[in-house]
Structures are given as structure tokens and as C-alpha cells.
């Protein structure tokens, strides 16, 4: 599996990357800069949205435009006018976090985490924005709430915190959001860097961003073993998710950021989109299917 450049964003941080399969968008954000790009894969054009505040993550709203999580709260956002309409900021009592990675569950459900903006503190948590408007707190006590996935027949839900360098398995109760008994599925290796975003495929593999580890690796959440890595051209990858009409192309993003002269000059693409076309299907972004703020 061969990674190839696919858009030269130069993003500062990118992240949180998300296929529409109904329009063959893919978008992704730059947390840092403020932004949701977007990348129409038939035309190849490119638009993009501006924020007052940085965008972790976001999610294809089943009703139009996209549910969006800003260092200020949760949102609904008019792509095509730009309006954002406040939904809940569950931390408006903690102003040095802000929203990090989320996507939404099989239900429909949009799932967001947050973290430190330092990054020294274990001040982040979980949350859950329900169909009827209502953000739950899942967990608590999180480093850098990042990578989520549920398993192709949604028995369970897998999770990242960062500093932890584990992923960790819930049982999931689809149709009441529950998750309960927490299980250490697999601990990345040292020296590969850090588990960042992450995605599934139908085979119920996990697929990994490392931060700090140049790829993107298959894992086996059932024995802990790896499978598969892939290189990509840049030091810090942060996030990947299946995409393209057969979902077997693996969208990943990456960033800029903390890289040093010399390493910016061994991988000038770094900050760029790729894409990886692999053998395996993987499994679709789900939409919120929840109630209209706007």
C-alpha cells in the first residue's frame, strides 16, 4: 500500500477527515487555523469555512450543512452560508480546553471529545450529542480525547486518550448510547509515536494515525496484534477514514505542526491529504440524525 498526495493543504493541524458518500465531498479541518475544508472529488475543487475559534471535528448532518465541534461548543453549521448556530459549549467553565476529534455513531449520535490546549492536564472529557439536542458527559478525566470507531456490528465502540498510548474497547448499546466495561484492546509500540485519529474497516481491523510515527497502521483489536502499516510522507499523522465509491480508499490527514527546518525539508507535503488505495472496504461516516438547531 502506497501513499499518494492527494490535496497540498500545508494544513498547521490537520484532522478530523470525513467522506459524504452521497456527494463524494471530503472534508477535513485545521484546528489551528480555524478551518473545515472541503474537497469535491469529481470537480476537485476546494472551499472551505472560517471560525472565529479552532475546529476539532465534524460530521455530516442528515438534514444539510454539518455539525461541528469548536473550542467554544457544539454547533450546527449553513455551509452554504457559513452561519454556525450554537448548540451547547458543555465546558464554558473550562476555557483553556477545546473540542478535539468526534464523529457520529451508528445511531446517529455525534460523539466529541475534548483536551487541554496545553496539553498538560487531564482536564478533558467525552461527550454525546443526542438526537433531541442533549450533550451527555460518556468520560471524564481524559488526557487527549482523540480516535473513535464502533466495530462493523456495533456490539462495541473503541477509544483513544492519547497520552495513554492504548486504544480501549466499550460494550456499546446502540439504540441507548450506553457504554460500559472498559477493556485495553492494544498499547502501541515505543518509538512509533502516538495513537491519534482512527477509523475501521469491515473486518473489524483497526486503522491508526501516529503522531510522531510517519504512517498509518491495521491492527487486530481481537489479539492486539498489528498487521500492516503504511508509510506517509510526514511526521505527524493525525487521522484517517475510508472514502471513494467502494470505500477503499484511505483518506489520511496530517500536520505541520512541531516539526523542525530539517524535517520540514525532508517532507515538503507534510500538512497534506493522502490517500491510500488498499484491498480492504472499510466502513462509511455516519450522519446526525438528530433534531435542527438553525
Known amino acids: 500500500m502506497k501513499a499518494e498526495l492527494v490535496i497540498n493543504s500545508q494544513s498547521t493541524l490537520g484532522e478530523g477527515p470525513l467522506w459524504d458518500p452521497e456527494h463524494n465531498h471530503f472534508y477535513w479541518v485545521d484546528i489551528v487555523e480555524k478551518k473545515i475544508h472541503r474537497f469535491n472529488t469529481e470537480t476537485n475543487e476546494k472551499e472551505e469555512v472560517l471560525f472565529d475559534s479552532p475546529v476539532g471535528a465534524a460530521a455530516i448532518n442528515q438534514k444539510g450543512g454539518l455539525i461541528v465541534a469548536l473550542m467554544t461548543g457544539l454547533y450546527e453549521l449553513d455551509w452554504k452560508n457559513g452561519n454556525a448556530k450554537l448548540i451547547e459549549d458543555p465546558e464554558v467553565h473550562l476555557p483553556e480546553n477545546r473540542f478535539n476529534d468526534g464523529k457520529c455513531d451508528p445511531y446517529g449520535r ?74 485495553d484492546v492494544l498499547t502501541f509500540p515505543e518509538n512509533s509515536g502516538f495513537p491519534d485519529g482512527m477509523t475501521i474497516d469491515k473486518e473489524g481491523m483497526l486503522w491508526i494515525a501516529h503522531f510522531a510515527g510517519g504512517g498509518v497502521s491495521r491492527w487486530n483489536p481481537e489479539t492486539g496484534e498489528q498487521l500492516a502499516f503504511v508509510d506517509i510522507p510526514a511526521v505527524n499523522v493525525t487521522s484517517c477514514t475510508f472514502g471513494g465509491t467502494n470505500l477503499n480508499e484511505l483518506y489520511v490527514t496530517t500536520a505541520k505542526k512541531d516539526m523542525t527546518e530539517e524535517q520540514l525539508s525532508k517532507y515538503p507535503y507534510a500538512g497534506g491529504v493522502f490517500k491510500v488505495k488498499t484491498e480492504i472496504e472499510g466502513i462509511t461516516n455516519f450522519p446526525y440524525k438528530g433534531k435542527s438547531f438553525l
Request: aromatic share 12%; proline share 4%.
Open 110 to 183: 455525534f460523539w466529541a471529545g475534548t483536551m487541554d490546549e496545553g496539553e498538560n492536564k487531564t482536564t478533558g472529557s467525552l461527550y454525546c450529542l443526542d438526537l433531541d439536542g442533549t450533550v451527555t458527559k460518556k468520560l471524564d478525566n481524559l488526557g487527549i480525547s482523540n480516535g473513535i470507531t464502533w466495530s462493523p456490528d456495533h456490539k462495541y465502540m473503541y477509544f483513544i486518550d492519547t497520552p495513554t498510548g492504548k486504544v480501549v474497547r466499550y460494550n456499546y448499546h446502540m439504540e441507548s448510547g450506553d457504554i460500559s466495561n472498559p477493556v
